[in-house]
């Protein structure tokens, strides 16, 4: 009953741009055969009739030697003569000023003095073969009629050869470009049609669904892979918003739990004085609980890259200096060695106070996981590849294996698991160096060795140049 208009998967063929473009060229290519038979039209049977009009005028100069004054009695003998010598060849009609005729081959009423082309009066023709004639009527001094005409049939038959000619080419143009436009337009709708689909199924919950590509690199292809990757990108941050709600809930459970046995315990307690350390206990977890949820929301943030539109050119040899002097006391401190080597005037494009989180974070993690009395390097250099910066030390590393698990939001290893910590440092600094173009690798400081340590490898993106704003 209800009426879908425009039915989905049958828009209007007509309306698609390639039967639209395909017109257009069809109606250019149509005006353009119309010029060319204008040219080839009025160009041959002008330059014709010219020819024939030539011989005919050439003809009177013959028969009238003295004109229009010439006698009629001495131009029916000139026709005679002529018609003696090349019969049929050329059309004489000679009458007197009554309308009878006084010479000639031709035998009907004389049309006006000028210029004609007259048609034969019946199927025979005016002579075997001659349909049409040329002709020029004069009028003497002495009121006879004369008239000489020549076979015009050639451009009766050319004048209808060329039109038939025209009409052919021009309607094969016109359906042939209707025809190859209308092929276009259902590849083109067909094209759009699985977009469409694509788009249903993937608004209908399928976030997983993509736009087939046809494998040829056309600009649809290059459309759908665009809009694909657009889709990977939405679909990465749509798992990643679940999981977050995810991690919250389920990472806030622990400290929760912790929380209300502190309290449940001071309640039970009859000592008023426990009452007050069970009440700063209380507010170090809720502390705590804050600020895992501050890291999480951080972390969703920056997957989002908004963070991007706020990004300016950083001198990094500067913040990592002051990051270097702000850390050195601390990690002398807790009796660790932290050297760093960086060379002046390294400069990328980056939010510096999430360049600065993501190295603080990098930096305790080694004070925190690389055991006692570590030795913690920072090296940057300018390399052809853009700005590397590694960070190493001598703890035991990270097994290649448990690399990926160390890199997964609140994922700890076990020698660190009693550590302060929720296992959200990695995955955070990884997120940040994401946001920056930057490889963010784990591998071992010093491969095979007792305690390999573990070195993060950063490498910024080269010259501002490459990036456009
Ligand atoms: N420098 C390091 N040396 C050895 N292990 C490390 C190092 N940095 C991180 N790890 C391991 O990776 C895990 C994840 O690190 P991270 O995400 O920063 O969480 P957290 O530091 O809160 O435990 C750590 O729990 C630890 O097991
Ligand atoms: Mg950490």
Redesign the pocket.
Same mark, same amino acid.
């Given at each position: 009953m209800t009426r879908r208009w425009p039915a989905p998967g049958h828009p209007a063929i007509l309306r698609t741009s390639g039967v639209r473009l395909a017109a257009l060229g069809a109606a250019v290519a149509a005006m353009g055969a119309v010029i060319v038979f204008v040219v080839i039209y009025y160009g041959t049977l002008g330059s014709l009739r010219q020819t024939l009009d030539a011989s005919v005028t050439n003809e009177i100069g013959e028969i009238l030697p003295q004109g229009t004054a010439t006698p009629s009695a001495e131009a029916a003998g000139a026709i005679r003569a002529a018609l003696a010598e090349k019969p049929f060849r050329i059309f004489y009609a000679l009458a007197g000023p009554n309308g009878a005729a006084l010479a000639g081959n031709l035998r009907l009423p004389l049309p006006a003095p000028g210029w004609h082309t007259l048609d034969a009066p019946h199927a025979g023709g005016f002579a075997p073969g001659v349909t049409e004639l040329r002709v020029l009527v004069i009028r003497l001094r002495d009121g006879a009629s004369l008239l000489v005409g020549v076979d015009g049939t050639m451009i009766h038959r050319l004048n209808a050869l060329i039109r038939r000619s025209f009409l052919i080419g021009f309607g094969l143009t016109l359906s042939l470009g209707l025809v190859a436009g209308i092929g276009f337009g259902r590849k083109a709708l067909a094209r759009v049609n699985a977009v469409s689909l694509a788009s249903r199924e993937i608004m209908a919950g399928d976030l997983s669904r993509r736009i087939p590509l046809a494998g040829t690199g056309d600009e649809f292809d290059r459309l759908a892979e665009t809009v694909n990757a657009m889709l990977d990108r939405m679909q990465h941050l749509m798992e990643n918003l679940g999981a977050v709600g995810n991690d919250i809930a389920h990472d806030l459970r622990s400290p929760l739990a912790r929380l209300r046995e502190t309290l449940e315990l001071a309640q039970r307690d009859p000592d008023p004085a426990a009452a007050g350390d069970a009440i700063a206990e209380a507010i170090a977890q809720v502390d705590g609980a804050l600020a895992l949820c501050g890291a999480i929301l951080r972390l969703a943030q920056i997957e989002t890259g908004a963070r991007r539109a706020s990004f300016s050119d950083i001198d990094l040899s500067d913040l990592l200096d002051r990051l270097v002097e702000t850390y050195e006391t601390v990690a002398e401190e807790a009796g660790h060695n932290l050297v760093a080597h960086v060379p002046r005037s390294l400069s990328i494009r980056g939010d510096a106070q999430l360049l600065n989180q993501m190295f603080a974070?990098?930096i305790?993690?080694?004070m925190?996981?690389?055991g006692e009395a570590a030795r913690i390097a920072l090296v940057a250099v300018a390399a052809a590849a853009g700005v590397v910066v590694r960070l190493e030390?001598d703890?035991?590393?990270?097994a290649p294996e448990?690399r990926g698990?160390? @890199?997964r939001?609140?994922?700890?290893?076990?020698?660190?698991?009693h550590?302060?910590?929720?296992?959200?440092? @990695?995955?955070?600094?990884a997120a940040i160096a994401e946001l920056h173009d930057a490889a963010f690798t784990l591998d071992a400081a010093a491969p095979g060795a007792d305690r390999p340590?573990?070195a993060?490898t950063l490498v910024f993106p080269a010259g501002d140049a490459s990036r456009p704003g």
């Open positions: 974070n990098l305790e993690n080694a925190t996981h690389a030390d703890g035991p590393g990270i448990q698990a160390a @890199l939001r609140f994922g700890r290893l076990d020698p660190a698991r550590r302060p910590g929720y296992g959200l440092g @990695l995955p955070l600094s340590g573990l993060v």
